[in-house]
């Protein structure tokens, strides 16, 4: 999948991060490939949230160096950086009485020029293909404080699309949702992936998901990087029981053939024991 | 052309006309009724007359001061309703107005407006400024970090000038308690031509400038972190628009005194109605509020005529009721 040809479109480079006196991001460096999908794993607390907000800019790195295209992400200006790169947060809370439509323009905003009150014909246009590629065009005159949890998710994925971005960062953008709802979201992220060759590096809690989704997984623990690699290198259960202190075992997904990884109830564990 | 501009072109005539009318209605009614027919009269032939001299040196410059307050505050309310993300916020929530309030009563006690005309406004503006000021620089030097700890502090700011006013006022002389009483409750009254001018052109201004930061508030609105990401450059924008709404407030204390109820329920009242959409909010608030300010001033000034309610008890009265109503309704 990831070949040499391809090119770097993000790289970090020994990164360290300071987002509070109890939690820093310490000595992060991998790199993103243009067209790759980054899973990013780890338990709560671990700096995945925190590792996606230095990526933009929003928490400025105290030492290291964020390349973006071959650049510094410094030398950018805020508004061309958010041509480039958007974000879904998890944060977002979706509570104002604000029209689908007019919030997915929202999206456009480093388009605008000085001065300029209205959206032009380019940004309705971006915004209506937005709405097209999520398929959420029924909802258009709906008020966003009204939608469900997953319709809220896709009207916030198309808001981030409106931004027409080339690396596309999304903060469990599965949560809280349905199946239906989480293959939907992560379905949509491969086809942006494979159409319009867009980098996604995706922050996951479900690690069957990342397996399942991802060309490449970054495990985190305590604002560290620990693993680093395909699924079937970092999914391993001794990865995982280090990382996350439980026991799982492992698997395969008969279909896909990817790692597939069995969570074992502490009381099914101790029987097992116990029987052997 | 943009439908939304269409709308918004429609919406703010449909308003403008709305306050036009209340304006003349304003003009026509009061102790002495002047039919709109002699108001034209008047208008056109400039005689010096009783009704003349009533509704130039007495109607008229009400009429603005009503615009400019009712404008203004509705303004600074959609600004900080926007900024703090809160939708219980209003202007006087900063402590702005306790700190007008208490460079007012100074003045007073001092007996200081009685040998300056205008020092009750510039004591007032004095007030003002300090707690923008603080606010300001708490904000500037990124002293704090989350806007809700500056609303708080905005809060605390407003009790700690309550107390010094009451303070004041306990130590004050009873005829001075009166003038400082009936200051507090608010009036549209403002004898000096040249201050009402003043007022009307920053509230103007404001609301022009506003205007030009609307898209940016609908940015803003989504929160800190998203506008970031959509390119904002957050602190500058809030800045500007922070001292926008205090300079506002900060002038429409100074000259009417304490109007309460209009910056908080005009805006919701605004999105009720016309969306969400700052572009459209912003405009029509100002417009809404003035057309408000100068019908409860009307109610003010007719309800028990020849005597007159202070103002800021009617918007109170009638903007509370009003807005249950529509809540309810909806």
Redesign the interface.
């Known amino acids: 999948m990831n070949t040499l040809s391809q090119k770097t479109i993000l790289s970090v480079n020994q990164l360290c991060c300071w987002q509070s006196p109890h939690f820093q991001l310490k000595d992060l460096s991998f790199h993103i490939s243009e067209g790759c999908c980054v899973g990013i794993i780890g338990p709560n607390g671990s700096g995945k949230t925190t590792l996606l907000e230095a990526v933009t800019g929003f928490l400025p790195a105290i030492s290291g160096e964020i390349q973006y295209c071959q650049h510094p992400i410094k030398t950018f200006n805020q508004n061309d950086l958010s041509k480039e790169i958007a974000i879904v947060l998890q944060s977002t809370e979706l509570d104002q009485s604000i029209l689908v439509e007019d919030y997915i323009l929202l999206g456009r905003n480093p388009y605008r020029k000085h001065w300029q009150f209205w959206e032009s014909e380019q940004d309705i246009q971006m915004a209506e293909t937005a709405m097209k590629i999520t398929q959420i065009e029924s909802l258009r005159y709906r008020q966003i404080n009204a939608l469900s949890g997953g319709e809220k998710q896709l009207v916030r994925i198309a808001r981030a699309l409106a931004q027409d971005p080339k690396l596309f960062l999304l903060d469990e953008p599965t949560n809280h949702l349905d199946i239906a709802h989480q293959l939907q979201i992560l379905s949509l992220l491969n086809r942006l992936k494979r159409e319009k060759n867009m980098s996604i590096m995706i922050v996951l809690h479900d690690l069957n998901l990342a397996s399942e989704f991802c060309d490449k997984l970054i495990l985190m623990q305590k604002g560290k990087i620990f693993r680093m690699g395909s699924a079937k290198e970092v999914l391993t259960y001794q990865n995982i029981e280090a990382v996350y202190h439980t026991r799982v075992v492992e698997g395969e997904n008969p279909i896909s053939k990817k790692p597939y990884v069995f969570l074992v109830s502490e009381d099914k564990q101790l029987e097992r024991s116990e029987s052997k | 052309m943009?439908q939304?501009?269409i709308k918004w072109g429609i919406t703010l005539s449909f308003l403008l006309i709305i306050l036009f009318s209340v304006c003349l209605i304003a003009l026509a009614m009061g102790t002495i009724n002047i039919s709109i027919n002699q108001l034209i009269g008047i208008f056109f032939n400039q005689v010096e007359s009783t009704e003349y001299t009533i509704l130039m040196e007495i109607r008229l410059p009400r009429i603005l001061v009503g615009i400019a307050v009712g404008g203004a505050l509705s303004l600074a309310g959609v600004i900080l309703q926007a900024v703090f993300r809160n939708p219980l916020v209003e202007p006087y929530t900063l402590g702005i107005s306790g700190g007008a309030a208490l460079g007012v009563s100074i003045s007073i006690v001092f007996s200081l407006n009685q040998t300056y005309a205008l020092s009750l406004p510039f004591f007032g503006m004095m007030g003002a400024g300090l707690v923008i000021l603080a606010i300001y620089s708490l904000n500037a030097f990124g002293m704090v970090h989350h806007m809700q700890r500056l609303l708080l502090i905005g809060v605390m700011i407003s009790f700690i000038s309550n107390s010094l006013f009451m303070l004041i006022i306990s130590l004050s002389k009873s005829e001075q308690m009166h003038s400082i009483m009936f200051w507090t409750m608010g009036s549209l009254e403002e004898p000096n031509r040249a201050l009402v001018y003043c007022l009307l052109i920053v509230s103007l201004l404001g609301c022009l400038i506003t205007s030009?930061f609307?898209?940016d508030l609908?940015?803003l609105?989504?929160?800190e972190?998203?506008a970031?990401?959509?390119?904002?450059?957050v602190e500058r924008i809030r800045n500007i628009l922070l001292i926008m709404a205090s300079i506002l407030t900060g002038f429409c204390v100074a000259i009417s005194g304490i109007i309460g109820f209009v910056g908080l329920v005009v805006p919701h009242f605004v999105?009720l109605f016309f969306?969400?959409?700052h572009?459209t909010v912003v405009t029509a608030s100002y417009l809404v509020g003035a057309i408000f300010l100068i019908l409860c001033d009307l109610l003010a000034r007719t309800i028990i005529s020849p005597l007159e309610l202070p103002v800021g008890i009617v918007t109170g009265l009638v903007g509370g009721v009003i807005f249950i109503y529509a809540l309810v309704k909806r």
């Open positions: 943009n939304k501009a030009i609307s898209v609908n940015v609105s989504l929160g972190a998203d970031f990401h959509l390119g904002l450059h999105r969306g969400s959409d572009r």
